[in-house]
Nanobody, 125 residues
């Protein structure tokens, strides 16, 4: 059973940066397609970015393209979300996700089997 634990959330001013980390245990992440979602109060869960389990290709939502970067470190069994040029509308709870699907593209819909507990990101002056 895969377990995911996020860290790195917090409060930051507009224009600032944060790096979220998600450490996996119980299995090796390199056979999973992985990603990041967020949910703001009163809004639906939004897929931000993901990495396929086939060729490591990535997808970004238009709302974060050019500002956020997803990555993985298989040696550390960890995924990251580097966030820069943060805006107040980025305020949300951020979740890392994973699904054990070999050689598969990733998607930005919430159909992943494993979710972290979430970490709060607040962007405010």
């Amino acid at each position: 059973q895969l377990q995911l634990v996020e860290s790195g959330g917090g409060s930051v001013q507009p224009g600032g940066s944060l790096r979220l980390s998600c450490v996996a245990s119980g299995d090796s992440l390199d056979v999973y397609r992985i990603g990041w979602f967020r949910q703001a109060p009163g809004k639906e869960r939004e897929g931000l970015s993901c990495i396929s389990s086939s060729d490591g290709s990535t997808i970004y939502a238009d709302s974060v393209k050019g500002r956020f970067t997803i990555s993985r470190d298989n040696a550390k069994n960890t995924m990251y979300l580097q966030m820069s040029s943060l805006k107040p509308e980025d305020t949300a709870i951020y979740y890392c996700v994973a699904e054990r699907v070999l050689s598969s593209e990733c998607v930005l819909v919430p159909e992943y089997d494993y979710w972290g507990q979430g970490t709060q990101v607040t962007v405010s002056s």
